[in-house]
């Protein structure tokens, strides 16, 4: 269970925002965005659970002769049946929905062919990866129709899950929202060591858990818009409605992902059985923990265990409730903080394969000394989508980080609504919630987190290497309406004494042919 935070005082303005966010003025303060305020919603016992989990593909890889390990990502447009005999328009990686699940090692050299059969531009931005700017897929890293675009870097970072999505400026929820997304897996010596559940399809489990809309046919239809972005009334898992898993083994690992836009979830057992959480974002914890309820908000990762008995049948759930949201009741209940959804089935065989007992330890992560710390930087989420009272702008260097010094990130989020706060290029730690230590459960690494109102958050970061004064990485809210309204940021990492720049267009766009590093 999460903890109890201690909140400073509420702000006079805050106040008056959470009473708009809340419901009769919404209507008139938000009419030009399309706001609405749905009534809280509960599928929990209506979902029949009749058709299998589909589980991505793991995407082709070849070696080249220098070592380097090959994908290729091609953006298309397509159908995809979530009803079947009922088309939907959507689009997605090498199909029409979603996208194949890559598959690396640390210490391997990588590259992705991105092509992008789309009429319209877009990007593919490695969420979680540590990798050179230029490579991170940001807006500055547009693909215009019909181009290409072959980022490659070196796999630097622990077993993890990760994920990748477009990151176009002002555009990322549409794209998130037709389907373009998928999972990035990393493995490493250590991970592989511990006997841990790793067969991908099998016991190994990508769980990539959507919002959406349908009409009564089953055909896709649009979200409504809350004051956190598009929320649907119903949910797919790897683009699967009303799903189950069979498993034939007594130990599963799900890797869930939320991959909404803007959807926070409280994931539990149907059953009341203990959540076992052994990695975040950015790999392992340190040991096993065990909650009532996870909470993801868009972007983030858990892995969890799930041992189960012969011929048993439990149900993975989100219940979420103003307190977990650390929201007030009215702005929870109109932003998805009440809402409750029976998510996937998990059926167990009724003979099951033995599976090994879970070590004690699984991780070691060493504690930043915060006597290295060389700068504090402060951030503030404001109600009107900016940060530090800033909007977005592409030709703009927010910030400038010196290689390889350690940073004091200070992130509150100074309204009575919903926001998050993602930092590409590196893992971070949590230092401290509102002054107070974070829980197990958010003591490792992370890269995205969930900021509650009225609630300050020290993150502890280095930026160890991939120097480059001409291009930027991305901070910003992950709550996809958010960034694309301006909440976001841009930070250059350089050398001691050195400045950051950006040429007059701001960006770098691969208008044709193939384009490589």
């Known amino acids: 269970m999460l903890q109890t935070r201690l909140r400073r005082p509420r702000a006079a303005i805050g106040s008056a925002i959470a009473a708009i966010a809340a419901g009769g003025l919404v209507a008139v303060a938000f009419a030009g965005c399309g706001i609405v305020t749905p009534a809280p919603v509960s599928t929990v016992g209506e979902v029949d659970f009749d058709r299998p989990l589909a589980i991505p ?8 002769a220098d070592g380097t390990r090959v994908f290729s990502l091609d953006a298309q447009s397509g159908t995809t049946e979530f009803e079947p005999g009922v088309p939907s328009d959507t689009w997605g990686f090498d199909g029409s929905y ?3 699940t890559l598959v690396a090692d640390r210490g391997e050299h990588v590259r992705v062919d991105v092509t992008n059969s789309l ?7 490695w969420h979680g990866m540590h990798l050179p700017a230029e490579m991170d897929g940001g807006p500055h890293q547009m693909v215009e129709p019909d181009a290409s675009w072959s980022p490659e870097w070196d796999i630097d970072q622990q077993a993890a899950t990760l994920w990748y999505h477009p990151h176009p400026h002002g555009e990322t929820e549409g794209h998130v929202e037709q389907g373009l997304a998928g999972m990035f ?3 490493d010596e250590h991970e592989r060591s511990l006997g841990l559940p790793g067969e991908y399809g099998v016991d190994d489990i990508p769980v990539i858990v959507q919002d959406t809309g349908f009409s009564a046919d089953g055909r896709r239809e649009s979200k409504q818009r809350t004051y956190a972005g598009g929320i649907g009334d119903e949910l797919i898992v790897n683009g699967t409605r009303s799903p189950y898993l069979e498993v034939d083994d007594y130990l599963v690992r799900l890797r869930l992902l939320n991959a909404s836009t803007a959807r926070t979830y409280a994931f539990t057992w149907s059953d009341a059985r203990p959540v076992r959480l052994i990695a ?18 868009p972007g983030e990762r858990a892995e969890v265990l799930l041992r189960v008995t012969p011929g048993e049948r439990v149900v993975l759930q989100s219940r979420m409730t103003p307190e977990i949201a650390g929201l007030v009741g009215p702005v929870a209940g109109t932003n998805g903080g009440s809402d409750a959804f029976d998510v996937l089935e998990v059926r167990a065989a009724d003979r099951l394969d033995p599976a090994p007992e879970v070590p004690a330890q699984l991780n070691e992560i060493a504690d930043f000394e915060e006597r290295e710390v060389a700068t504090t930087r402060r951030f503030e989420l404001s109600d009107s989508f900016e940060i530090n009272g800033e909007s977005m702008d592409m030709g703009r260097i927010d910030e400038t980080v010196t290689v390889d010094t350690l940073e004091r990130w ?9 926001h998050s706060f993602h930092v590409h290029d590196v893992q971070f730690r949590i230092a ?9 459960e958010l003591a490792g690494w992370k890269d995205t987190i969930f900021t509650e109102p009225e609630t300050e958050y020290e993150l502890l970061m280095r930026f160890e290497d991939y120097t480059d004064p ?9 709550l996809l309406w958010h960034e694309d309204q301006g909440m976001m940021g841009q930070f250059a990492v350089v050398e001691p004494g050195q400045s950051a720049r950006l040429d007059p267009a701001g960006s770098a766009t691969m208008t044709g042919g193939h384009h490589g590093h």
């Open 119 to 125: 009429d319209v531009p877009t990007t593919v931005h």
């Open 98 to 100: 979603l996208g194949p």
């Open 185 to 187: 897996i990393l493995h």
């Open 470 to 478: 001409d291009t930027p990485y991305m901070y910003h809210c992950h």
């Open 432 to 440: 401290s919630i509102d002054g107070e230590a974070p829980p197990p």
């Open 280 to 297: 975040t974002d950015g790999g392992l914890l340190e040991a096993p923990v065990d909650l009532d309820h996870v909470r993801l908000s």
């Open 57 to 64: 593909a793991l995407a082709d890889s070849t070696v080249d």
């Open 410 to 418: 200070v992130v509150e989020n100074a309204t009575q609504v919903p």
